[in-house]
């Protein structure tokens, strides 16, 4: 299949030997690639809608220096990963407790949780519902967490859930978001032929309650993309920094939602380093 050697020419990017392992959960197979030495601190990672794990291959061989890391194909998305078990994903409690399950099935107690886009609204919601199985929350320019999405950024991603192919579509829509930088080919690739995969209904994101955001005691950075066109960046900062005093919020210079994490990941990096060491 096309699309799984597209997934493994991606995934043989990653700088580090990767361990792939599949953990059976009650909503089917999660496919988590795994590396970095056995005894260290778990961090797991969860990718942006369609980008699959092996989208952090920029970030993993700095990461693995002091990491254990689980970087997963989510259930409810494009990836190795078969929702096939007695359960459907069907909403926002659902995936909660598939991350639930997965942690459990990884034997994970607590782990530290990074996550871009929808990504980051999955880790953001998984430390409100479970904050002591979340030692550190990293969100790189998390959608819906702390701002709503722009009505441009909508309208141009319409395309995108219209029948036919959607490969060329894709295209269109990440030049006009990232100003036409130069997104990794391989990657790109693979997310073109993940966007013309059978899909299933996605659990369409919320915006936390406030009361529940200024609740929360997990150290959290909060990585917001300066050009990013998913939503306004200057409000996502202010309102990350009025509901969550006590977190880390900063703005990556340059970069917008779609060229996190693979564009300017050294400025990641060293961010992430810097807060989870």
Excluded at 182 to 197: F, I, K, R, V
Excluded at 231 to 247: G, Q, S
Aim: proline content about 9%.
């Amino acid at each position: 299949m096309k699309f799984d050697e597209s997934y493994s020419v991606v995934l043989a990017k990653w700088p580090v030997p990767v361990e792939p392992t599949d953990v059976s959960t009650p909503f089917g197979t999660t496919r988590v690639n795994v590396c970095g030495p056995a005894s260290a601190p778990p961090l797991m990672l969860l990718h942006g809608g369609g980008s699959t794990s092996t989208v952090w291959f920029a970030n993993v061989g700095n990461l693995v220096e002091h990491h254990r890391i689980f970087a997963v194909d989510q259930i409810n998305d494009a990836g190795l990963s078969v929702a096939s078990g007695p359960r459907p994903v069907r909403s926002r409690h659902d995936l909660m407790a598939w991350l639930d399950a997965l942690l459990t099935g990884l034997g994970l107690e607590t782990v530290r949780l990074g996550g871009h886009s929808y990504g980051g609204w999955l880790a953001l919601n998984y430390a409100l519902d479970f904050p002591d199985r979340v030692s550190h929350l990293a969100l790189l320019d998390p959608t819906l967490c702390f701002a709503g999405m722009r009505l441009s950024y909508r309208l141009h991603a319409v395309p995108l859930f219209l029948p036919g192919p959607r490969a060329s579509r894709l295209r269109a829509f990440l030049r006009w978001e990232t100003g036409d930088a130069a997104l990794d080919p391989d990657w790109l690739e693979l997310a073109c032929l993940s966007a013309d995969l059978p899909r299933t209904p996605i659990v369409m994101p919320a915006l936390p309650a406030p009361q529940r955001l200024r609740a929360l005691e997990v150290p959290t950075l909060v990585l917001v993309a300066e050009k990013s066109r998913s939503h306004d960046p200057a409000r996502v900062v202010a309102n990350a920094r009025t509901l969550l005093p006590n977190a880390i919020v900063e703005m990556l210079p340059g970069a917008t939602h779609h060229t996190i994490p693979t564009v300017g990941a050294a400025d990641i990096n060293l961010a992430l380093a810097r807060f989870l060491e």
